[in-house]
Every structure is written in C-alpha cells, then in structure tokens.
C-alpha cells in the first residue's frame, strides 16, 4: 500500500516537472526569435545599422506632416536609409526580420538603377509574407502585407494620379504590367 501511494506521488511529481519544462521549453520557443532574431549583419555598414535599428523600433511613417518634427525625422531616416544602402545591402535586407525593414529594402531596390531584374523583385514580394509592414499614415497605424505595401502605398498612394504614377513607373524602370504581378493572387 505504502509503495503504491509513493508511486502515485512520484509520477504526479514527474507530471508537474514535465508539464513545467514543456510551458518553459514552449515559452523560449516563441519568445527568443523575436528577441533575437538572427540576422547576418556583414557587409552592412554601421550607419546603416543604426538606421535599421530606429525605423524598426517605428514602422514606417507616410510622410512629415507640418507639426510633426519626430514625423519629419523618422521620413527622413527613411529616406536616408533607401539613399545610404548600396544594392547589396538592400538585397541583404530583403532578409531582416522587420516587415518595415523589407518594404523598404524592395522600395529601393526598385528605385535602384542598378538593380537589373525588377519583374523577379515583384515576384519576390509577392511571396515575402512572413512579416508585415507597420505603416502609419497621419495618425492611423496599419498593418500591410509587403505586395500590399509596394502596389497601395509605393505606387499608388503617392502617385495616385495616372501622370504621376507613369512618371514613378518610369523612375523604378518598370512597366505599368510589372504590377500585374502584385495585383494577382494566384501566383
């Protein structure tokens, strides 16, 4: 009776103990990427580092508004970091684990003149959806697919008229049926 009553007790124990390491063991599962996320950071230069750090930390931001000075900042560091970023650095991007970070990794390899295969680049963000874009327009936030990024705020919110658009698409060095390949859900 007693060796039974003591069996019971010692495998609730191990129950509780296994329960325990699983919650544990499942809890670092899901927390430690996003703490640190595993990005190979050679061959980016440490400015440009910096840049990614402060944009992650944001989201992307539509654009300065008049009274925004920290609005105005975070477009420019925006802006900065399309400008600053050879292709490769870009390309390297395309990898970071921030949804902001890759949309604006593809918005300047398309606006890169460099960058030889656009239509591919398309391609590519058409499949990129592990990670959203934090995207604030005024003081609205947004959550954006890469593809919805690139077609509803790249080329389409800033240059929403035909005429501007053309002039951006011409800019990107693409043609307006490169965009079919975002606009289609089948790919």
Same mark, same amino acid.
């Given at each position: 009776?007693?060796? $039974?009553?003591?069996?019971?007790?010692?495998?609730?124990?191990?129950?509780?103990?296994?329960?325990?390491?699983?919650?544990?063991?499942?809890?670092?599962?899901?927390?430690?990427?996003?703490?640190?996320?595993?990005?190979?950071?050679?061959?980016?230069?440490?400015?440009?580092? =910096? /840049?990614?750090y402060q944009i992650e930390k944001r989201g992307l931001i539509l654009?300065?508004?008049? +009274? &925004?000075?920290?609005?105005?900042? @975070?477009? *420019? #560091? #925006? +802006?900065? /970091?399309?400008?600053?970023?050879?292709?490769?650095?870009?390309?390297?991007?395309?990898?970071?684990?921030?949804?902001?970070?890759? &949309?604006?990794?593809?918005?300047? /390899?398309?606006? @890169?003149? *460099?960058?030889?295969?656009?239509?591919?680049? /398309?391609?590519?963000? !058409?499949?990129?959806?592990?990670?959203?874009?934090?995207?604030? %327009?005024d003081c609205l936030g947004f959550e954006l697919s890469i593809q =919805?990024? !690139?077609?509803?705020?790249?080329?389409?919110?800033?240059?929403?008229?035909? %005429? =501007? $658009?053309?002039?951006?698409?011409?800019?990107? $060095?693409?043609?307006?049926?490169?965009?079919?390949?975002?606009?289609?859900? *089948?790919?």
């Amino acid at each position: 009776m007693r060796s $039974q009553e003591h069996s019971i007790r010692s495998s609730g124990k191990a129950y509780l103990y296994l329960s325990l390491f699983l919650v544990v063991a499942l809890s670092l599962y899901a927390i430690l990427p996003r703490l640190n996320p595993h990005f190979n950071w050679a061959g980016i230069s440490p400015d440009l580092k =910096d /840049l990614v750090y402060q944009i992650e930390k944001r989201g992307l931001i539509l654009g300065p508004d008049e +009274n &925004g000075s920290s609005a105005r900042k @975070a477009h *420019d #560091q #925006q +802006n900065q /970091l399309m400008k600053l970023a050879s292709t490769y650095e870009l390309t390297c991007l395309k990898q970071y684990p921030n949804g902001a970070i890759r &949309g604006l990794a593809y918005q300047g /390899l398309l606006a @890169a003149a *460099d960058y030889p295969n656009k239509s591919q680049l /398309l391609k590519d963000a !058409l499949v990129d959806t592990l990670y959203s874009v934090e995207y604030v %327009s005024d003081c609205l936030g947004f959550e954006l697919s890469i593809q =919805d990024f !690139l077609l509803n705020i790249v080329f389409e919110e800033k240059y929403g008229n035909l %005429s =501007d $658009q053309q002039q951006i698409l011409v800019k990107y $060095q693409i043609q307006p049926s490169d965009l079919d390949i975002l606009r289609r859900p *089948d790919y």
